[in-house]
């Protein structure tokens, strides 16, 4: 069974500041983690991935995440944020070897002017 | 690259109603996921199939619900007699390859279905 937690339902953070949110997941199995983000009435769009190899995984649009294979955590980050980057974000795990993924429940990034 | 198509956008129907949405996939995707999605909440797995084969159903996909992918092209997920809490999102992705699945997912912009 895998779960996935997300441990910030909302962040505001003001334009050009750095933000990070969080997830933890676990997994009885080995698993692959994405970061998704979500705009308004729209499907999921891809920002990274963790297959295996260096920890630190470089994104789209600027961000980047650290797979934390000891705290079981997967955080993203970027360290200047523009308005366009309010959107609903979300971490997911698939098993490596079936074809369910787990998403967690979502954090809405509000970036104020 | 076309992109995940779902059809309709929107459904309204009354309680107690059979709906059908539509998934076209990305061409040559061997892969095709369903998911609701509700307010406040992330993604919930429904079905998966590799090519038109089901391979996989949650313990959300009630026996009212029933999906088809019946050449391995697009594929349709049907609700009979459908009810309140099935208003959600429903959204479809797919993905590449026949083993493993390190392959990312290719999401529609989801079927928001609402019932009267």
């Known amino acids: 069974a895998q779960s996935v937690t997300q441990l910030d339902s909302q962040v505001p953070v003001f334009e050009e500041a750095p933000v990070e949110l969080r997830c933890n997941y676990s997994?009885?199995?080995?698993?692959?983690l994405f970061w998704y983000v979500q705009y308004p009435n729209q499907g999921l769009q891809l920002l990274l991935k963790?297959?295996?190899?260096?920890?630190l995984v470089k994104g789209i649009n600027g961000f980047e995440a650290e797979f934390n294979k000891s705290q079981t955590s997967f955080h993203l980050r970027k360290p200047s944020v523009h308005i366009s980057d309010t959107a609903e974000y979300f971490c997911?795990?698939?098993?490596?070897?079936?074809?369910?993924?787990?998403f967690g429940d979502g954090t809405t990034l509000t970036v104020k002017p | 690259d076309t992109g995940v198509s779902q059809n309709p956008r929107h459904k309204i129907t009354k309680r107690g109603q059979n709906v059908t949405f539509r998934c076209d996939p990305i061409?040559?995707?061997?892969?095709l996921y369903w998911y609701r999605q509700t307010l406040g909440q992330g993604p919930e797995f429904l079905t998966y199939?590799?090519?038109?084969?089901?391979?996989?159903k949650s313990r959300l996909l009630s026996d009212r619900f029933s999906a088809e992918r019946p050449k391995g092209s697009f594929s349709t997920l049907e609700i009979q007699r459908t009810e309140q809490g099935d208003s959600a999102m429903y959204l479809c992705?797919?993905?590449?390859?026949?083993?493993?699945?390190?392959?990312?997912?290719?999401f529609g912009d989801g079927t928001r279905l609402s019932i009267l």
């Open positions: 992705a797919s993905s590449p390859g026949d083993r493993g699945f390190y392959q990312p997912q290719h």
């Open positions: 997994s009885s199995v080995s698993v692959y």
């Open positions: 963790y297959l295996s190899g260096s920890t």
């Open positions: 997911a795990v698939t098993d490596t070897n079936a074809g369910k993924s787990t």
């Open positions: 061409s040559e995707h061997n892969r």
């Open positions: 199939f590799q090519n038109e084969a089901q391979l996989e």
